[in-house]
């Protein structure tokens, strides 16, 4: 690996209040983009790539299986049809299906591992409109290509209005397919996964890649398009992602949301103070986060943290 990889260094003279970078204030030179070489937030761990492709390979079988298996059966139930047309048809419809698996893939890694947070619903609606819009769009396009090619005109039913909301019930089905395969391959691989010593994280600041302990990790803050971590040595390392997809990569790892803002680490708690009105603040030794009342789940989880 090209990056540079370290294990310590030597603590900042001093923190920089988080608020600072939020407000545009700090070095924000030190993250110019993600790093050549590494995959960063747009596509996904290695971890998570994994899990894609195994997860496409199982329903690309499925899918295949099942048009096969469709065809066969319209050719023994429609024998006017012409023998060719029921292998367009299921055919078309299962390459698309297969070329557009990264869609729900994007959505499953953006909703998070929350059902109860409205981003989870939010991100698989807009993940299953977007999966039907483009299979329906793609096999039509490959239809037409292909009966033109025979010297004849495809005819979609009752058109497009008419037929999607018909597409659509069929494909929520294969897109809570797919989520559940993503969603089984993972805790097995999760499972499956036995650690060897303690476990780190791969922090790219800008050209650099910090390998630090994840115990040495008190929290991570949001820093407009960049994510803060805050070290228990006092470094402060920026990273451009969203912070939902850090929740998403950290919270199976013991981190948990406690304000639109903050994650923190529920292993370097030290104590929790009610500021009234519900909300309260987690102290990390000298750092301290803000818990709002916002996330209830939070408060329970610290408190038998």
């Known amino acids: 690996m090209s990056n540079e990889t370290t294990q310590s260094a030597a603590p900042a003279a001093g923190p920089q209040p988080a608020r600072a970078l939020r407000n545009g204030g700090g070095d924000q030179r030190r993250a110019p983009g993600f790093p050549a070489g590494t995959s960063g937030w747009l596509f996904g761990t290695s971890g998570e790539r994994r899990v894609l492709y195994r997860a496409w390979v199982v329903v690309a079988f499925v899918s295949v299986l099942i048009s096969i298996v469709n065809a066969l059966t319209v050719l023994d139930d429609q024998p006017e049809v012409d023998r060719w047309e029921p292998w367009v048809w299921e055919g078309t419809s299962a390459a698309v299906i297969v070329l557009i698996l990264w869609l729900p893939w994007t959505a499953w890694r953006l909703a998070g591992p929350r059902p109860r947070a409205p981003r989870f619903w939010l991100a698989h609606a807009a ?13 039509l396009v490959l239809r037409h290509l292909a009966y033109a090619a025979m010297g004849e005109t495809y ?68 820093a407009g398009n960049y994510v803060e971590f805050v070290l228990e040595d006092g470094r402060r390392p920026l990273m451009r992602a969203p912070l939902s997809a850090l929740e998403a990569e950290l919270e199976p790892k013991g981190f948990v949301r406690t304000h639109r803002s903050w994650l923190v ?41």
């Open 127 to 139: 993940g299953l409109l977007g999966f039907a819009t483009l299979h329906v769009a793609g096999f």
């Open 155 to 222: 005819e979609f039913g009752d058109g497009w209005w008419g037929e999607f909301p018909y597409e659509l019930r069929k494909d929520a089905i294969s897109y809570a397919v797919f989520i559940a395969t993503l969603w089984i391959i993972d805790r097995l691989g999760a499972q499956g996964t036995a650690p060897e010593g303690p476990a780190t994280y791969d922090i790219r600041d800008g050209q650099r890649v910090i390998r630090t302990p994840l115990e040495g990790i008190l929290g991570v803050t949001s």
């Open 265 to 305: 680490n529920t292993a370097r708690v030290s104590g929790l103070r009610p500021d009234g009105s519900g909300d309260w603040t987690v102290e990390l030794g000298e750092l301290e986060a803000p818990l709002s009342r916002r996330f209830p789940e939070a408060l329970k989880r610290l408190r038998g943290a």
